[in-house]
Each structure stands twice: as structure tokens, then as C-alpha cells.
């Protein structure tokens, strides 16, 4: 399905190739005063075009809001934004219709709606699928900043090059805030050039690259979220799968915590000024998916760029034979940039839905 949430709830619609591309926001509080330049601004860090590691296909991402706000503030009805279409190349995708990509979900959508799903860009699979989720993402981040809630991720690698984490129990105002507007997202810039050579080492060899997006979300007030099956885990989870590309997910100290003792991986409590804390965040701020109180952490596995232009197998799914495909059109050899300010709205739909359902928000 296209649509999530259970409090405030977005519906993605559109295709990549056809006339536009758009979200409902359902339940939003009302009277919540927008400001337009930080949502374009948002979506200008996820469009294409704007860093030189990205694709040079622009498009204008201009949303169009047709219902749901007034004055810049929300009306409380459902918030409909709309973003047209442009710098369609469609002959691009001519022979995939029967030569699957490797990778893509051609093969996979062809067969769950019979050969009938637009498959032009990607259709509804595509990446820019993730602009309407970045206009969502925008509003709700608005609110939450207004209740001292910030989201910021970074490029936590690339290829086997990595960036520093985050410190788990402190991470600054300004690095939120530097991290929260850029385009190329570092914590130590110092990796900038090295990542942006592989990058580029990988577009010349007509190839492609993966990498990890770490995110954390400061100020989230202590017991939120619930347990089971609809904890902060599930609930961001949930979501963050709904971003193509996304093939695994790990929150605090994650799969490197399996090599802990617990004397090592425990986070011990203490009180600071009357608050509780833990010394360490090895917990990533979920205990039984409840919020307690520290920085949420989680990491995002993004997988190389299907689309690359060096020939590769496949199948005619018309003759039912072996076959091969070159793939034209303009594609990202890494995903992972452009996919950082995605990864920060998706977090932003998923906590203003926890806050609500705990009536915090
Ligand atoms: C921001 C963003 C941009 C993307 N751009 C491309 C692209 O240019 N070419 C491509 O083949 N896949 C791109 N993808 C990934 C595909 O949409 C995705 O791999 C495909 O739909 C299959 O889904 P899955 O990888 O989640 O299984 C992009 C994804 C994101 C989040």
C-alpha cells in the first residue's frame, strides 16, 4: 500500500512518468503556521541535480498545495500537495518492458499487476516517489520542532568509507541543525573527498555504489511509543521500508552489539539535574520499543543504484529466452545522498504518529 499511518496519515500517489506525483496528509493539528521556504528547501536537498554526486536530470519539485492549508497554516483538513512532472526522457525505458532490470522492481512489478503498471522511470517504484514523502516529512518536522524535536541524519558511509557516528549522548544543537540542511551530509567533512572520488570512480565504470545513513532524533520526550508490535522500532521501521533501495535497518548499538558483553552493551542509569539518563546510548532511546528519554539512533542500509549502464544479463520475458540489457537515462551512481533528507522525513511522519497515539504531541 501507498498509504501509512494510523494518526496522521499520508497517501503517495502518482508515477514517475506521468503527469505528477503528490501526498495527502490526513489528520494534521490545525493552526500550525508553515514556513513554505524551509519545506522547499527540504525538497531541494532530496531532488536531483543540486550536488554533483547526483543525477544531472533536473526537476523543478515545486509542490502545488491544493487543500489543507490557508495563509501558510494548516486548516486541519486533508493537506493534498501536488508536484507536476517535468524533464520526462520516457524513451529511455523502451525495452525494459520485456527486458527486466537486475535489481529494479520490473520484473516483480510486471508480475503482481499483470503488465499493466507504468514501468516508464520506474512508474510507482521510482526514487522520486520520495519527493512527496519529503514534503510530508517537512510539515511534520515543522511541528516537531516547535515541541524541541529534531531529526538530522548524515551519510554514515560509503563503500567501506565511513564517517564518524554520532555520539550518543550528546549530540549538539548545531550539528542537528548543520546536518538537518545539507546536501552532502557529514559529521566529519574530511570524508567528503574520498566518498565523492568513489562515487565518481563508479559512475566512470559505468557502475554503481551503496552505503549507510545513520539518523537521530534529539528531544523526544521519555515514553513514548508502545510495545510488541507497535513500538518506536516497528513504527520507523515500517516506514523507513518504504523507501526503495532500503535493505536493512539497525537501531543503537545494532548488529555490533551482538559482539558485546552485556557489561559492555548495558547503559547505565543516572540522574542529571533531577532527569534520568543513561552514561551510555547503546540503546539507540527505545527500551521495549518505549522512548526513554536519549537521542534516537538508528542506521539505514541503502543498496547500490540498480540502474547502471554497463551490460548486463537478464530475461525476453516476450520470447522467454536469456537475454542482455544496456540501461539508458540519467541515474545516481549512489543513492545514499540524495536518500539522506528522505530517510529524515520518513522519521519525522513516524515520530509525530508515535506522539500522537501517547496524546504528547
Ligand atoms: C532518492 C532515490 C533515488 C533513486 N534513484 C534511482 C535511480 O536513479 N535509478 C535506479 O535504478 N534506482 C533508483 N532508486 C532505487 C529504486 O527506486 C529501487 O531500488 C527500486 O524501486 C527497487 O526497490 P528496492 O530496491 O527497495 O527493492 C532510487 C531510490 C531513492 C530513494
Not at 512508474?123 to 519529503?134: E, K, Q, W
Not at 522512548?291 to 548486463?312: E, W
Amino acid at each position: 500500500m501507498s498509504s501509512w499511518g494510523n494518526n496522521i496519515k499520508i497517501s503517495i500517489f502518482g508515477e514517475s512518468h506521468g503527469n505528477g506525483i503528490g501526498v495527502v496528509i490526513d489528520g494534521l493539528p490545525s493552526g500550525e503556521r508553515l514556513n513554505l521556504d524551509e519545506i522547499y528547501l527540504q525538497m531541494s536537498r532530496r531532488a536531483p541535480g543540486n550536488d554533483k554526486a547526483a543525477t544531472p536530470r533536473l526537476e523543478k519539485d515545486m509542490p502545488e498545495m491544493l487543500s489543507g492549508m490557508l495563509n501558510d497554516t494548516t486548516t486541519g483538513a486533508p493537506l493534498c500537495a501536488v508536484i507536476k512532472n517535468t524533464n520526462i526522457r520516457s524513451q529511455d525505458y523502451g525495452n525494459m518492458l520485456k527486458h527486466p532490470r537486475p535489481s529494479h522492481a520490473d520484473y516483480t512489478g510486471y508480475v503482481r499487476y499483470n503488465g499493466f503498471n507504468d514501468i516508464r522511470g520506474g512508474g510507482h517504484f521510482s526514487g522520486r516517489l520520495t519527493a512527496p514523502l519529503v514534503f510530508a516529512g517537512a510539515v511534520c518536522r515543522q511541528i516537531l520542532e516547535k515541541k524541541g524535536i529534531k531529526i538530522a541524519a548524515h551519510i554514515s558511509s560509503i563503500g567501506n568509507i565511513e564517517d564518524e557516528m554520532f555520539n550518543g549522548t550528546d549530540i549538539s544543537d548545531e550539528l542537528m541543525e548543520r546536518l538537518s540542511k545539507a546536501t552532502f551530509g557529514l559529521i566529519d567533512q574530511s570524508c567528503e573527498y574520498k566518498m565523492r572520488s568513489l562515487i565518481e570512480e563508479c559512475r566512470m565504470s559505468q557502475d554503481s555504489i551503496g552505503g549507510t545513513i545513520e539518523c537521530a532524533v534529539v528531544g523526544m520526550p521519555v515514553g513514548a511509543g508502545s510495545p510488541m508490535f507497535n513500538g518506536i522500532e516497528n513504527v520507523i521501521s515500517s516506514i523507513i521500508f518504504g523507501i526503495p533501495a532500503v535493505k536493512g535497518i539497525e537501531f543503537g548499538s545494532g548488529f555490533e552489539g551482538t559482539k558485546l558483553r552485556g557489561s559492555q552493551n548495558n547503559d547505565e542509569f543516572y540522574y542529571d539535574s533531577g532527569v534520568v539518563r543513561t552514561r551510555t546510548n547503546n540503546h539507540g532511546g527505545i527500551l521495549g520499543g518505549i522512548s526513554s528519554g536519549m537521542p534516537i539512533i538508528f542506521r539505514t542500509a541503502i543498496k547500490p543504484t540498480p540502474s547502471i549502464s554497463m551490460k548486463q544479463r537478464t530475461v525476453d520475458l516476450d520470447s522467454k529466452t536469456n537475454s542482455e540489457i544496456e540501461i539508458q537515462g540519467r541515474h545516481d551512481p549512489c543513492i545514499v545522498v540524495r536518500a539522506v533528507p528522505v530517510i529524515e522525513s520518513a522519521t519525522a511522519v513516524a515520530i509525530i504518529n508515535i506522539l500522537s497515539e501517547v496524546h504528547k504531541l
